[in-house]
């Protein structure tokens, strides 16, 4: 077993819902030492738990929350947990990374992960603490939003406890449903519908609270290195601090990588700015937010007084709000912004795609393929920010035409068919996050080839093309975003280093910060009383990649599912700052799967899995 490894509990909670009982596995530090945590960990039980027969709404599915290592420790930015499961969304893996602080909770009683398998008879919640899992009963809260449920679960439990919650949304088996943690701060596990998952199990919540401190191997050095470095993560990031992740919307507008109109306009000045983070800390913003561990507080926290959408209150829109929600739909009014985001966080709707599939239904509307005799189905249109919240609100409760739209962009085109595949933005199912492959061209290749559909964040690569150097990966210098060389071995690279991230458990934003490689390194020796070398936990992070990918070729994915929309590869965006540019894709591919060691099917080798170790896979 781990034994006496800094960073790890060594134990992760096995809950049977259907049986009503719990065990605990202890794991061993070879495991540890392979897969890490968080992400990989989790993957490794979902490949053993489950496969190409499991329906993701069904018993049999399992749905996986972990820790890593570094969660509740003093390294920066690391209150933070993965949560994995077979997608409903997309029908293969799943996962969504969370901040906040539930995960620390988690560690500090005294477990790295639970694990949930069956599904209960009545509506239930857990109740984790120091000694195990009580079963709660949760007629009383379902049906509530997670604003209403999360004070009640905090009273029936302890007022300094964690919840992991869903809403109506996830109730109802919304197949965009999110997992919202820390209440009113709302912090969201929201990608791949991981909330339906839940709420196919009748689990309202997992409610998390202890008091364990986290071991760590050298504490004087996770000191001294966390001082040091301290300074220069708040000077590199004070903007963010200042004005959240949507500070870099009036940027990614010049850059020409905001969405807007569903990713078929190119420019959106005017708007952008009305939706910027100084807009917001000019007008609605409160407060701040940090989540577990962090220093910098990017968060946001809005209250609306006046107006039409007084009365909100609670977290603020990030930048993939105000991408998804706002310039995808041309809605530059901030407060109606605001709104729908509050709703997404009450319902348990994961924005990037809510405002996906609405944007996808606007230009259904508009082309005559999406008709009917409602007015929410005859009177939507771009730019209609009251119309927009109430379609939000449909989605959330499932009620009208928000009952297609809580199935995602390939479901509903799949429905109303029509022509509506050639505007249907997804790969494999997930809609993308608010990032252009015409304006950084190593993200077509990304999105073609992240694990749970089209994601920025498995790959990360778009950061390196902007403002982000890791000399340890040979990225001596920034990227050229319009460059056609070495793009495949980019994201294969940034690939592996963010699926050991995922793992280890800290924010990537502090990339941004300056961290690099070798800081990463030393924190988690410093943490786990291991010597680590980047070579070696390198190939962690390339043996948890392509551990992923086989789920997916189990689940039948090849080549002929690893593209990305015909929007973004053929049609220029003809104005802004990525005007003309369409990315190389088809060659960038073919040398992604050699650099991977994968054959041209986009098929790991039995050489390359021998390779790392992943001999049940071959």
Known sequence: MIGSVGGYAGRILHVDL???????????????????????????????????????????NVLIFMTGPLTGTRVPLSGRHEVVAKSPLTGIYGESDVGGRWGTELKKAGFDGVVVTGKSARHTFLWINEGGVEFRDADHLWGLDT???SPILRKETDQKAIEACIGPAGEKLARIAAIMHDGRDARAAGRCGLGAVMGSKNLKAIVAKGDKDVTVADAGRLTEMTKKLAPDILKNMKRMSDYGTSSSVVTFEELGDLPVRNWKRGSWKDGAEKLSGVAMAKSILKGKYFCGGCIVGCGRSVAIEHGEFSGVEGAGPEYETMALLGSNLLVDDLE???????????????VISTGGVIGFALEAAERGILTGDSDEETNISWGNGKGVVNLVEKIGRREGLGHLLGEGVMRASAKLGGGSEAFAIHVKGLEPPGHDPRAYNSLAVGYATGNRGACHLQGMSYAFERAVTMPELGLDEIQDRFGTVKKGELVAKTQDLMSLLDSIKFCKFLMYGGVKLTHMLGWFNAVTGWKMTQTEILKTGERIYNLKRMYNVRCGITRKDDTAPTRMLREKRGEGGAAENLPPFSEALDEYYRYRGWDQNGIPTKTKLLELGLVDAT
């Not at 709104?339 to 009450?346: G, I, M, Q, Y």
Request: overall charge negative; charged content about 30%; glycine content about 10%.
């Open 147 to 149: 604003y209403e449920a």
């Open 18 to 60: 259907f049986k009503q009982n719990q065990r605990v596995e202890e794991f061993s530090e070879r495991e540890a030492r392979a897969y890490i945590g968080g992400s990989g960990l989790a993957a490794k039980r979902l490949w053993e738990m489950t496969g190409n027969e499991t329906d993701p709404l069904g018993t049999e």
């Open 336 to 350: 109606a912004v605001a709104k729908a985001h509050e709703l997404c966080n009450r319902y348990g709707l994961d």
